[in-house]
Every structure is written in structure tokens, then in C-alpha cells.
């Protein structure tokens, strides 16, 4: 069966710290992972990534993909207060469909 | 610039009652998608559509219904909720099938008791 697992499910950091977010995939038919921030309500669209070692990268975020060892990392570097959000991770697999991790619920102190 | 517009956002319904959720997207878009977004469960499809008047099951379909009968509007059907479906419903849009495309509606938070 499909399944994508997200690591650590929360974190807890003070502004300035670096982080580091886990996604790990076992699905048929890979074709890309995605990266969502979902703040209180809609789910709004952060990275695609396609091919192993290739860093995406926006503004103090970023992630890279390996195809290999069928996991993605996101890095969120400098935190601060208005990173705090839940962060899915999804893989789209050829069957019209997206397969969503649990989230990662990340929490910046001041 | 509306995009995706979920209603109602809030809704309480008593086990048994019958309910309809409307998706309408002002952006043409072809592929609509019904998720629903549990705690620790991230999100998961219930029914989506790729077309004006498709519709397919996906992942967690059963309890519910959804029809396409114009392009703009995706609506999906409890014909008799249970507390199992309590959870809060997305809908999402799309001009085509890949992730990146995907624009999310509101949310619609459902309890039922």
C-alpha cells in the first residue's frame, strides 16, 4: 500500500533556530513530491520536486529530493514566528490521485 | 478572484441527517478533488472529478456521494453522516493533474453527533 510518512509529527523551536523536516515515500509509480504550508485553513503550495539532488529553494526555505532512499528533507532556516504552521509533505503517483503524509506541526517561539 | 469557494464552512449535523457540501472554482479548471483532513491522518480523497460530469472514487470513498453536473461546481453528498465523518472537508481544483497546480477551498469543518 501507498504511504507517505512525515518526521518529527511537532516541533517545538525558538526563533533564529534551523530545521529540519522528514518525508519518506513507498508508493508505485512516483512521479513528483510536494511540499504544503497549511497555516489555519487551505493548504498553499511551497515546492515540487522531481529529480533526486536538485535543491529547491525559496527565500530562507528549502528542499531536495533523493529518489534513492525515497525521502525528502525540507530546511527552514532563520525561523521565525510566521513559520509556525502544519507542513505536508505529498506524493503524486499516476493515478490522479496525491498521497498525503500526516504533517509536521511546527511551532516558533519568540 | 475568488478560486476555490467552499460551503458551508461550518456545519453540526445529528447522525442519520443528510447534508451537501458545494465546491465552486472560477478558474476553469478541469480536475476537482473532495478531501477530508483528520488529526495525525493528513489528508486524504474521497471522490474527485476530471471533467464536467466524471467523477471517480478515491482513497476513503464509502459514505459518500459527489456529482459534476456543471464544470464550475464539484458538490459532495452525505446521504446518512455518522460520527466517523466528522472532520474537516477541502476541496481542491486544478487546471491539470499535477500537484503544484492544486488550489484548496477554505475548508469546511463538519461535526457530527
Request: proline fraction near 3%.
Amino acid at each position: 500500500e501507498d504511504k507517505v510518512v512525515q518526521s518529527p509529527l511537532s516541533l517545538v523551536v525558538h526563533e533564529g533556530d534551523t530545521v529540519t523536516l522528514n518525508c519518506s515515500y513507498e508508493v508505485t509509480n512516483f512521479r513528483s513530491l510536494l511540499w504544503y504550508k497549511q497555516e489555519k485553513k487551505a493548504p498553499t503550495f511551497l515546492f515540487m520536486l522531481t529529480s533526486s539532488g536538485i535543491e529547491k529553494k525559496s527565500g530562507r526555505l528549502s528542499s531536495i529530493l533523493d529518489k534513492k532512499e525515497l525521502f525528502s528533507i525540507l530546511n527552514i532556516t532563520a525561523t521565525q514566528t510566521g513559520d509556525s504552521a502544519v507542513y505536508l509533505c505529498a506524493v503524486d503517483h499516476n493515478n490522479n490521485d496525491m498521497r498525503f503524509g500526516a504533517g509536521t506541526r511546527l511551532t516558533v517561539k519568540p | 478572484n475568488a478560486g476555490v469557494t467552499q460551503t458551508p464552512k461550518f456545519r453540526v449535523l445529528k447522525t442519520g441527517q443528510s447534508m451537501t457540501l458545494l465546491c465552486a472554482q472560477d478558474m476553469n479548471h478541469e480536475y476537482m478533488y473532495w478531501y477530508r483532513q483528520d488529526p495525525g491522518m493528513g489528508l486524504r480523497l474521497i471522490h474527485y472529478s476530471v471533467g464536467e460530469g466524471t467523477t471517480a472514487k478515491g482513497e476513503v470513498p464509502d459514505g459518500y456521494n459527489v456529482s459534476r453536473l456543471k464544470k464550475q461546481n464539484f458538490l459532495l453528498g452525505l446521504e446518512s453522516a455518522a460520527p466517523s465523518q466528522t472532520s474537516v472537508y477541502f476541496c481542491a481544483s486544478s487546471y491539470t493533474r499535477v500537484g503544484y497546480g492544486y488550489t484548496f477551498g477554505s475548508g469546511t469543518r463538519l461535526t457530527v453527533v
